[in-house]
T-cell receptor, first 114, second 118 residues
Framework: AQSVTQLDSQVPVFEEAPVELRCNYSSSVSVYLFWYVQYPNQGLQLLLKYLSGSTLVKGINGFEAEFNKSQTSFHLRKPSVHISDTAEYFCAAGLGGSARQLTFGSGTQLTVLP | GAVVSQHPSRVICKSGTSVKIECRSLDFQATTMFWYRQFPKKSLMLMATSNEGSKATYEQGVEKDKFLINHASLTLSTLTVTSAHPEDSSFYIC??????????????FGPGTRLTVT
């Protein structure tokens, strides 16, 4: 079955340190990949997306992600995090389906420590 | 652009009553709207997919008679939780795909509705 895996459920990191949130997908067809951020009791906000073209995608708030087809990964990175980046991060993929549903990973809670 | 609203943002109801949640695309027309349920510290679980003017498609295990979905126009979808029970308490999130999105999978998410059934 097609799936999206976020191996790290929680990632604590100190302020101004770099961070990488990992995402792997399983699919034998072309995929569209997304990273969303969710703050407590709020909906999802799009950070960035990969549809085609350059494998390095830049998003909002200084985040970027790299699509690696051979490793079926789409890891999210930020060179220097802030306290305000503390949130839940979801990787999602469009893996097929006539309605073009998104398949979500289980989420990674990023906690930035002072 | 691409704003999706949900109303109410928070609702408390008594067991056995029904609750309606509205999802609106404010500045675009949505061919497809999706309803998700999110448990505490869990990912989003797709409940159903709705297209304007047609019946919703429910995911396996979701009771269509309990979670009624109506997609009356290209900007409005509603989710009605009928005969709500405490186990229906959850965070419900809707999303929408734009009519202009072509083959894109991109969805725009609403802010969510916190339902508490007492």
């Amino acid at each position: 079955a097609q799936s999206v895996t976020q191996l790290d459920s929680q990632v604590p990191v100190f302020e101004e340190a770099p961070v990488e949130l990992r995402c792997n997908y399983s699919s034998s067809v072309s995929v569209y990949l997304f990273w969303y951020v969710q703050y407590p009791n709020q909906g999802l906000q799009l950070l960035l997306k990969y549809l085609s073209g350059s494998t390095l995608v830049k998003g909002i708030n200084g985040f970027e992600a790299e699509f690696n087809k051979s490793q079926t990964s789409f890891h999210l990175r930020k060179p220097s995090v802030h306290i305000s980046d503390t949130a839940e991060y979801f990787c999602a993929a469009g893996l097929g389906g006539s309605a073009r549903q998104l398949t979500f990973g289980s989420g990674t809670q990023l906690t930035v420590l002072p | 652009g691409a704003v999706v609203s949900q109303h109410p943002s928070r609702v408390i109801c008594k067991s056995g009553t029904s609750v309606k949640i509205e999802c609106r695309s404010l500045d675009f027309q949505a061919t497809t709207m999706f309803w998700y349920r999110q448990f505490p510290k869990k990912s989003l679980m797709l409940m159903a997919t709705s297209n304007e003017g047609s019946k919703a498609t429910y995911e396996q295990g979701v009771e269509k008679d309990k979670f009624l979905i109506n997609h009356a126009s290209l900007t409005l979808s509603t989710l009605t939780v009928t005969s709500a029970h405490p186990e229906d308490s959850s965070f419900y999130i809707c999303s929408a795909r734009s009519l202009d999105s072509g083959t894109s999978y991109e969805q725009y998410f609403g802010p969510g509705t916190r339902l508490t059934v007492t």
